[in-house]
């Protein structure tokens, strides 16, 4: 075994094994992404963010998704499983109505329905989401389903609003599969700085190179002359 130190002779130098440096070119070339990335002269979005910034992407997102069915998906599913079968209830007032509208966009509503003949019982919430619409100033009159007695909400959700809070929730909720699903794509393809796809975008632009150079190292064949 080599000692520091101690005198080796040519023959062991030359019978010890050689490291080969790693280089990009270990890793599988993705020639086509390579291409495209010397032809526009950067490298594409993904490639500068770290996984980190795909973890907390996905968090968000799965966080936000069960947000959304968690809160309104419940009083959607109701309001259209008893469509058309509302009737007001006078034994029912609404409290504490109030309504927050996030860039002009997308309104969320909060509103509670007590017991006008039992005060003492808890109130029930009733959340609802539109977009495009700021809900101030509307009448919250509580209704009550002929179909089901126990099934209680606010008429302007239920029966004003209820293709708006159907459209909305689909519109949000399909926004925030799309970034999961890109979100894990990426982190499974390691589309990120120094994932799999990053060292073979980069072992393409190499491999690239290298070819360049060698074409433009090659002799060129002298043409032949006219006789």
């Known amino acids: 075994m080599p ?3 101690k005198r080796q ?3 062991g130098i030359q019978a010890a094994p050689r490291s080969t440096p790693q280089t990009f070119a270990a890793q599988p070339a993705d020639l086509g992404a390579a291409a495209e990335v010397l032809a526009s002269g950067k490298l594409p979005a ?3 963010r770290g996984p980190v910034t795909l973890v907390v992407a996905l968090m968000i997102a799965a966080g936000s998704l069960w947000w959304l069915v968690q809160t309104h998906a419940g009083g959607v599913i109701r309001d259209l499983r008893y469509a ?3 009737q007001p209830a006078y034994d029912l007032q609404v409290v504490n109505g109030k309504c927050t509208r996030y860039q002009f966009v997308v309104t969320t ?6 017991s006008a003949a039992d005060p003492g ?4 919430a009733i959340p609802f989401m539109m977009a495009f619409s700021g809900g101030g100033g509307e009448r919250l009159v509580p209704v009550r389903s002929t179909a089901d007695p126990s099934a209680v909400t606010i008429a302007y959700a239920a029966e004003g609003k209820l293709v708006n809070r159907v459209l909305t929730l689909a519109a949000m909720a399909g926004a925030l599969l799309a970034l999961l699903a890109a979100t894990a794509s990426g982190l ?3 589309r990120f700085r120094n994932g799999s796809a990053h060292r073979a975008l980069l072992a393409g632009c190499e491999e690239l190179a290298a070819r360049a150079a060698r074409a433009a ?4 064949q002298p043409s032949a002359e006219r006789g």
């Open 217 to 220: 190292a090659a002799p060129r």
């Open 84 to 86: 058309k079968t509302w």
């Open 121 to 124: 019982k808890p109130a029930l």
């Open 109 to 114: 509503c909060q509103a509670q329905i007590k």
């Open 188 to 190: 499974l393809r390691g």
């Open 46 to 48: 993904w490639a500068s």
């Open 9 to 11: 002779s040519m023959a």
């Open 3 to 5: 000692a520091f130190g």
